[in-house]
């Protein structure tokens, strides 16, 4: 460097000094106070979102006891108290980044004229921040601006107004915080590489240990990152992180905090990082493992539903004590894959389970076969397989609860009333039915017909409403669907508890089932009615739409509740960073159903697992003695089967179908032995059903009462 060169270098740096010291100082002097003045409103603004801007934290999820299951986070970052941090680690930082950090005010004008003399005499290059203005710059870039390239680039900007900022700033600060607090504070926001923020989570990343556990050593690493976390990676550049290390320890000893014996001796020492990576946990579901995974997606999709932003929910520190009984989940998770190989191609098999109540219907487990993961070679899956709606998932037949309930509300039959049961039946309100077996109605339009998968007696059969809920034949509710009328049919699904389910299947139009007018119901038609083109869907009552199977179970949940609906909820309590309850604004229970007649159908569907019921065999196989109401379903071709049931303490649904789709069915060779095929033989009363009951009969222990259903209402028994 040329002496001139030097010598204007100096002057503009003095300049510099100069200015920030009239802009500190003296911040109204003539037409300069004018924009003085203007950049105090601007540095008041930027202290204020110093003080109102809260640091990202670690939201924690936990289980109904309290037990964590999940972190979620955007910077890892441990809150730690003054206490709370070594000595050795405050003075490891203050003697490499701010040697005069406790005789300065804010802004060290003799490092800044040091610096500079040092810089243009072509020494070592010196920087001049004091560590009070390094927490400035470091909160602007990772709190204000986290998401803002553009604002952290001018946080780090070569400027003199930048500086003039950062300073003042800096001044206020020490106003009104003591050089503990300072300290504290920085060590609580700077970074350490790899989205770890903090010198608490540093501790546990790097060390596996507490921030008031840290040796000398370790303090040193850490002090020797914040210049630059990347460059100084202990993992990708140990050579480097060694030297700077060690010029930590140097440090210590000119700053008198270390012995020079003692410092090379600690030179000689291993980094001692934990090894293969940073010690912490996953930033989002992953963490809650493969069998609470789907529970956590759950409470995060229904957080994001009611209101909070995925930005909150992964920096707000928020506590989520949820509703989730880890070991029913357990249960559920092994009995789902004891029936379906959790590595099984293209089958999934899935169990929810929810508790009824009349104020609140609390999800208890979310489980499937699969795991929950990244993996997929392994099987893992990150889709909502328990909860969410899936155009391959049908429930079946289960969809007769809602014909059966509709009915009843409407008093057009009761449980013990007779119903016609042909073994072929050409229905005279609805069309759309197979070509090769239905007559022609009018030219182009079809007869809807369809037959029976079993023998029920013959062409001039009939039996009680309950008896047909327990064995299912086709005909005899498409019989009770024409009687009762579509609307009422769907309006009743949507109500017990398919909300999401009936959004979607109508292209997340509003529900109007009785509407006339077609503009109103564009896509009812496919699946629904009536409209004044369509009478609807018979075979709605045969569960042929993509169904979601949480909501099957709150539609148990509903029914055991008297009728009243609940929204299927998994939080039960949200708090902030600091304790402080947060309300969730959840949709209120309804009355959804009379609630003698929603008694009334439980009663009606209490023989699915007696003798003759669809699932018999599978309540059988262990040894099932408690009251419950079930209903079975299986879709066309076999391709999907569900089972839904409950006893008055717990509510559930099973259903296994083909998530990727594909033509063909499922065929069940037994537990652990269900795979895709042309020609399934899958049906409610097995894989589904074994599934539930292999899971019920383990969460329900003879410590749980046995406990009855609620009673009939004559009303509702007979009304023919």
């Not at 560590?131 to 870039?141: E, W």
């Not at 090894?275 to 493969?290: L, R, T, V």
């Not at 029936?339 to 487990?365: D, F, M």
């Not at 969730?584 to 008694?599: K, L």
């Amino acid at each position: 460097m040329r002496k001139t060169d030097g010598l204007f270098k100096l002057l503009g740096l003095c300049l510099l000094a100069g200015i920030l010291v009239a802009g500190v100082l003296f911040p109204v002097v003539g037409a300069a106070g004018v924009a003085s003045n203007r950049a105090s409103e601007t540095v008041d603004s930027m202290s204020a979102e110093l003080a109102n801007v809260p640091p990202p934290l670690v939201t924690t999820i936990t289980d109904s006891a309290g037990n964590q299951i999940a972190t979620l986070y955007d910077q890892y970052r441990i809150p730690t108290a003054s206490d709370q941090i070594n000595e050795a680690m405050k003075w490891a930082l203050v003697s490499t980044e701010d040697r005069r950090f406790y005789e300065h005010h804010g802004v060290d004008w003799k490092g800044t004229l040091r610096a500079a003399l040092s810089n243009t005499a072509g020494g070592d290059t010196q920087g001049a921040s004091t560590l009070t203005q390094q927490y400035v710059k470091n909160y602007m870039i990772n709190v204000i601006y986290r998401d803002d390239p553009v604002g952290q680039q001018k946080a780090q900007e070569q400027s003199i107004a930048r500086k003039l900022k950062e300073a003042r700033i800096a001044i206020q600060l020490e106003n009104t915080m003591t050089k503990d607090q300072l300290l504290t504070s920085y060590l609580n926001v700077v970074e350490f590489s790899r989205k770890i923020y903090g010198v608490g989570a540093a501790a546990q990343a790097y060390f596996n240990t507490t921030a008031d556990k840290l040796t000398v050593t370790q303090a040193a690493l850490l002090a020797g990152m914040v210049n630059n976390p990347p460059a100084f990676d202990p993992w990708s550049h140990p050579e480097r992180a060694t030297e700077r290390r060690n010029l930590v320890l140097d440090r210590m000893v000119d700053n008198l905090k270390l012995s020079k014996a003692d410092a090379d001796r600690m030179k000689t020492e291993p980094l001692g990082v934990v090894p293969g990576g940073p010690s912490k946990p996953a930033a989002n579901c992953i963490g809650a493992g493969p069998e609470n995974g789907f529970f956590c997606q759950y409470v995060q999709d229904y957080l994001l539903s009611h209101g909070m932003s995925k930005d909150d929910l992964y920096t707000g520190g928020y506590t989520i004590r949820t509703t989730m009984d880890q070991r029913a989940n357990h249960e559920a998770k092994m009995s789902a894959q004891t029936q379906v190989s959790k590595t099984q191609k293209n089958v999934a098999n899935t169990l929810s389970l929810v508790r009824p109540g009349k104020n609140r219907h609390e999800v208890v487990a979310l489980a499937a076969n699969r795991d929950y993961g990244t993996d997929a070679s392994a099987g893992q899956t990150t889709y909502a397989l328990p909860s969410g709606v899936y155009n391959t998932g049908g429930a079946g037949s289960s969809y007769k609860i809602f014909t059966s309930a509709a009915a009843l509300q409407n008093h057009v039959m009761g449980i013990y009333d007779t119903l016609p049961v042909p073994d072929f039946y050409v229905s005279n309100v609805f069309t759309g039915g197979n070509r090769q077996r239905c007559p022609l109605v009018a030219q182009g339009t079809y007869a809807y017909c369809l037959s029976n998968a079993g023998d029920y007696g013959g062409a001039n059969a009939g039996m009680p409403l309950q008896t047909a809920l327990a064995t299912s034949p086709n005909t005899a509710f498409v019989i009770l669907e024409e009687r009762t009328g579509m609307g009422p049919v769907v309006d009743m699904a949507s109500k017990l508890g398919l909300r999401e389910t009936m959004s979607r299947n109508i292209g997340g139009g509003e529900v109007k089932p009785d509407s006339k007018n077609p503009g109103e119901n564009k896509t009812q038609t496919a699946y629904f009615g009536p409209t004044d083109k369509s009478p609807g869907q018979g075979a709605f009552t045969l569960g042929v739409s993509a169904t979601s199977n949480l909501e099957m179970a709150n539609v148990a949940a509903t029914i055991l509740s008297g009728g009243t609906w609940c929204p299927p909820t998994p939080i039960g309590q949200v708090q902030d960073r600091t304790g402080k309850p947060i309300p969730i604004s959840e949709q209120p229970c309804e009355q959804v159903m009379d609630e003698a007649a929603a008694n009334t159908l439980a009663i009606g569907m209490s023989k699915d697992d007696q003798p003759g019921g669809t699932s018999a065999a599978a309540a059988a196989q262990v040894g099932w003695n408690r009251p419950m109401i079930g209903k079975t379903g299986t879709t066309q071709a076999n391709g999907s089967a569900a089972f839904v049931g409950g006893t008055p303490q717990l509510a559930g649904a099973a259903m296994v179908f083909r998530p990727e789709g594909g033509s063909g069915g499922l065929c069940d060779g037994g537990p652990g032995n269900v795979y895709t095929c042309e020609n399934g033989n899958m049906f409610g009363g097995k894989t589904p059903a074994r599934t539930w009951f292999g899971a019920m009969s383990k969460i329900l222990t003879p410590n749980d009462p046995i406990l009855p259903l609620p009673p009939s209402d004559s009303r509702y028994e007979r009304v023919r």
